[in-house]
């Protein structure tokens, strides 16, 4: 069963997606050429308390291992979380996503974009759009009534459609309480498939998409998410409320 929030619920999830939304724009203002992931991590942790939340990445137990970072910062070949390190210096033609997941007042907002870093190739550059565009094509399918498997469904076709790959290792999720709650939402999949939905459900939808084949290895770092052949990565992520009027995008930045 899919978690319904409660009016409560829902007023702390607008607040944690706010703050992770407004972590992740100060992050992507200090995107440049010559900074090091490890100094954009702690950027983020710095903005991270000082909007008094707490990253939910770092200590994030998987299969043993607890992540490190406070972010989660993937370049170029890197689909998600990278872990930020002062041998990683950005150069002009690169690609970083940065992954923000905070929890606030006993909420979580997750939150994710791809930017370029200086001038990059065409087709990379057409990568990021078709990535962005397909999380909306996603979000456009959370209303009522429909299934999960719709969102999934519309997100492979409209990235496949234009000669991108999808990610299948990982998926968006459910959030609230904790990172992952019920369902995971594929961006792959057929229409008409998975749990109905409802009003009042909290859905991280983020689609991960690849400039050549969809295989994903993770590095010996035990994080690291790489494509196999080597090619760029994008990924988009917003947490999105389900409502009688539609989706409702939580995570955009509070205005200041
Ligand atoms: N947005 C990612 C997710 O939903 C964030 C993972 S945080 C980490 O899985 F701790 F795993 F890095
Ligand atoms: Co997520």
Not at 238 to 253: A, R, Y
Request: with cysteine; aromatic share 4%.
């Amino acid at each position: 069963m899919i978690p319904i929030k409660n009016p409560e619920a829902i007023r702390r999830m607008r607040e944690a997606c706010a703050v992770a939304a407004t972590v992740l724009a100060r992050m992507k203002e200090q995107v440049r050429p010559g900074i090091t992931t490890y100094d954009l991590d702690q950027i983020g942790r710095d903005l991270i308390a000082s909007l008094g939340a707490r990253s939910a990445c770092h200590g994030y137990q998987l299969h043993s291992r607890r992540y490190p970072a406070h972010t989660c910062l993937s370049v170029n070949e890197e689909v998600v979380h990278g872990i930020g390190s002062l041998k990683r210096i950005l150069r002009d033609g690169d690609i970083i996503s940065l992954d923000v997941v905070v929890e606030y007042n006993g909420f979580i907002g997750d939150n994710a974009l791809t930017v370029p870093v200086g001038a990059i190739a065409p087709r990379t550059a057409e990568l990021l759009k078709v990535t962005e565009e397909a999380l909306h094509v996603g979000i456009k399918q959370a209303v009522i009534g429909n299934r999960i498997g719709d969102i999934s469904h519309a997100v492979q076709t409209f990235v496949e459609a234009r000669g991108f790959s999808i990610v299948r290792e990982m998926v968006g999720h459910g959030v609230g309480r904790t990172m992952h709650e019920e369902p995971q939402i594929p961006n792959f999949g057929r229409r008409n498939t998975g749990e109905k939905i409802r009003p009042d459900m909290t859905l991280a939808i983020e689609p991960m998409v690849n400039l050549g084949g969809y295989a994903v290895r993770t590095l010996s770092d035990g994080w690291t998410v790489v494509t196999t052949d080597g090619s760029p990565s994008a990924h988009f992520e917003h947490t999105v409320l389900t409502t009688d009027s539609g989706p409702e995008i939580l995570t955009i930045p509070r205005a200041s």
